[in-house]
T-cell receptor, first 111, second 113 residues
Framework: AQSVTQLDSHVSVSEGTPVLLRCNYS??????LFWYVQHPNKGLQLLLK??????LVKGINGFEAEFKKSETSFHLTKPSAHMSDAAEYFC?????????FGAGTRLTVKP | EAGVAQSPRYKIIEKRQSVAFWCNPI?????LYWYQQILGQGPKLLIQ????????DSQLPKDRFSAERLKGVDSTLKIQPAKLEDSAVYLC???????????FGAGTRLSVL
């Protein structure tokens, strides 16, 4: 059975500085991996997905993630944080459509 | 394109009462999901429908939770009777098919007192 671990429950950055949200996964097969963002009182929105094509995946709003099979990681990055990036971020592993969510990382952006 | 619609947005009930949530997926989406998101945790799948049939309900507490999607379009999730630990956000999602991207509604926040 697959699982996903988000290594930080809370990350705080200053506006304009890089963002790194860490995610490690466990899967018996070749999984699909996703990052979703959840703003307060809003639904989950897909940021990006990896499905065994290019290992560096570009998403919306300047986010990208790199799939590293040897490290079983799928960390989310953004070169420069914006105030509007403050939200909860979920890493998701999907194996044969069985989606498992991480516990989430809350990103705070300071002015 | 309209997104996934859920109602109500908020619900407060006392333990042992019943409650129902409604979801209308994106038009044309065959697969519908219900998730439970407890505060501080990621969403957990409760049940998955493919059209009007259940694909996976392994994590649904069937002694108190039920869900239906009779016409293969909208769906209801019911809890009867509710317990304190059912306090959570209930999310509905839909996708074109089982292997496609899931689109989420805003959720229903349930508080059981």
């Amino acid at each position: 059975a697959q699982s996903v671990t988000q290594l930080d429950s809370h990350v705080s950055v200053s506006e304009g500085t890089p963002v790194l949200l860490r995610c490690n996964y466990s899967s018996s097969y070749s999984p699909s991996l996703f990052w979703y963002v959840q703003h307060p009182n809003k639904g989950l929105q897909l940021l990006l997905k990896y499905t065994s094509a290019a290992t560096l995946v570009k998403g919306i709003n300047g986010f990208e993630a790199e799939f590293k099979k040897s490290e079983t990681s799928f960390h989310l990055t953004k070169p420069s944080a914006h105030m509007s990036d403050a939200a909860e971020y979920f890493c998701v592993v999907s194996d044969n459509n069985d989606m498992r969510f991480g516990a989430g990382t809350r990103l705070t952006v300071k002015p | 394109e309209a997104g996934v619609a859920q109602s109500p947005r908020y619900k407060i009930i006392e333990k042992r009462q019943s409650v129902a949530f409604w979801c209308n997926p994106i038009s044309g989406h065959a697969t519908l999901y219900w998730y439970q998101q407890i505060l501080g945790q990621g969403p957990k799948l409760l049940i998955q429908f493919q059209n009007n049939g259940v694909v996976d309900d392994s994590q649904l507490p069937k002694d108190r939770f039920s869900a239906e999607r009779l016409k293969g379009v909208d769906s209801t999730l019911k809890i009867q009777p509710a317990k304190l630990e059912d306090s959570a956000v209930y999310l509905c999602a839909s996708s074109l098919g089982r292997l496609n991207i899931q689109y989420f509604g805003a959720g229903t926040r349930l508080s059981v007192l």
